[in-house]
Structure formats: structure tokens, C-alpha cells
């Protein structure tokens, strides 16, 4: 016992000290935020909220971005992770590992594919230039059907047996008992999007299309670029508080993070 309680207080002091050192670039960059002229000063706030108009440019073309891509994902994700779930077949088995093996490729191993197809679809230079490689992910199908085969098959074939048909058990069954999934594919989604650097710095040339987090990452702000970071990270905290605990849920039942 009294090993099991030491070993249980190092554990403890461990992770209590990674959270302390995760959080200090936080408290770092609020206690900047706070200061003008090296004085205690609201002015930071004043000058992004009030005087720098292309901030909520930006902040609102990340909100759209965002949106707009768990509009189309969440459908997709869902249709297409029942598919894998209840299919049994060789060949959508090997799609699925086609699946998981595009999930874990890095994006520059997509670049010139999407850049070339983006052309051709005439969507360069265009919010749909980031939001149609986001909204058709790998990511999205896998986590739902591995959902889905957590669920006890009796209750679906109990349906069957009743008449019911695919669509009515997917829309009556499926989609009620998948809310936690729904939810982490939501938030986790949100999170990869509300951050979204890359494609739009190479698929969109017009600043007005830019996004909040690009922005943010080059000089555009200069001194009052800690209030910016400071206002842009509370939308995602926000989020994430109100719906962990069906983050959580739907990551550990999936099986997949």
C-alpha cells in the first residue's frame, strides 16, 4: 500500500508539473496582453477590438472556414462510417486500409494532388480551396466506423428483423447512439480547422480569404499581437469546454486515439 501511494503522488507531481509547463506559454502570452508601454493596460484589447477592422476579417473568415467544413464532413463521415462498419466484403475492407493509410500521411505528401486538382476545378484563390480538402478526410469515416463496430450488432439485427430498412436504422439508430462520436469528430475537426495554416497559405492568394491563425503567425500585428492570440484562442476554449465530456466519450469508445 504504501509504495502504491508513493508511486500514485509521483504520478501526480509528474503530470501536475507537465500541465504547469504546457501552461506557461499561456500565462505568458495573457501577462503581455496586459501590458502597454510596460504598464499594466487594457490598450492592447482596445486597439484589436476596436481599431483593427481586418481582425474580425479574419477571425469570421476562420468561423466560416470551420463551419462550412463540419457542415459537409459530419454527413460524409457518417455515411461513409456506416458503410465500413456494416460492410463485410474484402473490397470495402481494403478501401477502409486505403482510408487509414491516407489518415496518417503527412500533408506535403498531398500537396501537388491538391493543388492540381484545385486548379482544374477552377477553386484556387477561393474559400472552397480550403474547405474541400478539409471536408472530405480520411479521418472522419474511420473514427465513425470504429464507432460504430462498438455497438452491439443484436440490437441492429433485432431492427432488421422487424422490417426495418438500412436508412431507417441509420437515421432512427445509428445517428442518436453515435452522438459522442458526432461530438469528438465535431470538436477535434473544429480545433484542426480553427488552425488551418497550411492549405490556405498555399491554395489562397488574396489576403482577405486569409484566416485569423496565418495571420497571426507572421508580424501583421506587431505590438498588440499578444491580445490577438489571447482573443483568437478563446472561441476553441469555449468549445472544448462545453463539450468535453462527449470529447472524451467519443475518442475513448472509437478506439482510435
Known amino acids: 500500500m504504501c509504495n502504491k501511494g508513493i508511486r500514485f ?3 501526480k507531481a509528474l503530470l ?9 506559454p499561456v500565462g505568458f ?7 502597454y508601454g510596460g504598464q499594466f493596460s487594457f490598450r492592447q484589447f482596445e486597439e484589436i477590438l476596436l481599431y483593427r477592422k481586418e481582425f474580425f476579417t479574419w477571425f469570421w473568415n476562420s468561423v466560416l472556414y470551420a463551419t ?5 464532413q459530419l454527413p460524409l463521415s457518417a455515411l461513409a462510417g456506416y458503410a465500413f462498419a456494416q460492410s463485410r466484403g474484402r473490397l470495402m475492407g481494403a478501401v477502409f486500409t486505403l482510408y487509414i493509410f491516407v489518415m496518417i500521411l503527412p500533408f506535403q505528401a498531398t500537396l501537388v494532388p491538391q493543388y492540381l486538382a484545385l486548379h482544374r476545378m477552377g477553386c484556387s484563390n477561393t474559400p472552397w480551396a480550403v474547405i474541400l480538402p478539409n471536408a472530405v478526410g480520411a479521418f472522419g469515416p474511420v473514427l465513425i466506423a470504429q464507432y460504430i463496430r462498438g455497438i452491439d450488432p443484436d440490437i441492429l439485427n ?17 445517428l442518436p ?6 461530438t469528438a469528430l465535431a470538436v477535434l475537426s473544429f480545433f484542426m480547422n480553427w488552425s488551418c495554416i ?18 497571426l503567425s507572421g508580424q501583421h500585428f506587431g505590438p498588440v499581437r499578444y491580445a490577438a492570440d489571447v482573443v483568437y484562442a478563446i472561441l476553441p476554449l469555449l468549445v472544448y469546454c462545453s463539450c468535453r465530456d462527449g470529447l472524451e466519450r467519443g475518442i475513448c469508445l472509437s478506439n482510435i486515439l
Request: with cysteine; glycine share 2%; aromatic share 10%.
Open 68 to 72: 462550412a467544413i463540419l457542415a459537409i
Open 29 to 35: 502570452a495573457v501577462v503581455q496582453a496586459l501590458q
Open 16 to 24: 501536475t508539473a507537465f500541465s504547469v509547463l504546457c501552461l506557461l
Open 158 to 174: 433485432a431492427a432488421r428483423s422487424e422490417g426495418a430498412t438500412e436508412w431507417q436504422i441509420f437515421l432512427r439508430f445509428i
Open 198 to 215: 497550411d492549405q490556405v497559405l498555399l491554395f489562397v492568394q488574396d489576403s482577405r480569404l486569409s484566416t485569423l491563425a496565418l495571420e
Open 9 to 11: 503522488l509521483v504520478k
Open 177 to 182: 447512439m453515435c452522438r459522442p462520436a458526432f
